[in-house]
Nanobody, 126 residues
C-alpha cells in the first residue's frame, strides 16, 4: 500500500514558477513509476508528466514539454514537478499517482495508476 501526499501548490502570476512535491509512504516507492495529472474545473483529468522508477525516463504532455520537469529522490520517497513559465491555463488541481507495478514503464494513462494523492491546487493569475 502506498499513500501519497502532494504539496507546493499555490497562487502564482503568469510566467512564474512552482515546485510540487509528492511524498510517498511505503518501502516499495522506489520501484514504482510515478505520474502527475491535473484537473481543471469542468474538465476531465489529464496527463501532465510521468517518470520511471529510476528517474531515467520521463514523458510529458505537449502542454508541459519544455516548461515542466519531473524528478524523483527515491532516498526521500519523493517525486517532484518543477513548473516554469506558468500560464493561466495551467490552473488546476494537480495529482501525483503511483503505478504500483514493480518497475513498470511509466504511462500516460490514468487508469494504469493504482494509487493517488489528494491533490494540490495550482492557480495562475494573468
Amino acid at each position: 500500500q502506498v499513500q501519497l501526499v502532494e504539496s507546493g501548490g499555490g497562487l502564482v502570476q503568469a510566467g512564474g514558477s512552482l515546485r510540487l512535491s509528492c511524498a510517498a509512504s511505503g518501502r516499495t516507492f522506489s520501484s514504482y513509476a510515478m505520474g502527475w495529472f491535473r484537473q481543471a474545473p469542468g474538465k476531465e483529468r489529464e496527463f501532465v508528466a510521468a517518470i520511471s522508477w529510476s528517474g531515467g525516463i520521463t514523458y510529458y504532455a505537449d502542454s508541459a514539454e519544455g516548461r515542466f520537469t519531473a524528478s524523483r529522490n527515491n532516498a526521500r520517497n519523493t517525486v517532484y514537478l518543477q513548473m516554469n513559465s506558468l500560464k493561466p491555463e495551467d490552473t488546476a488541481v494537480y495529482y501525483c499517482a503511483a503505478q504500483g507495478g514493480f518497475r513498470s514503464p511509466p504511462s500516460r494513462i490514468a487508469t494504469m495508476y493504482g494509487y493517488w494523492g489528494q491533490g494540490t491546487q495550482v492557480t495562475v493569475s494573468s
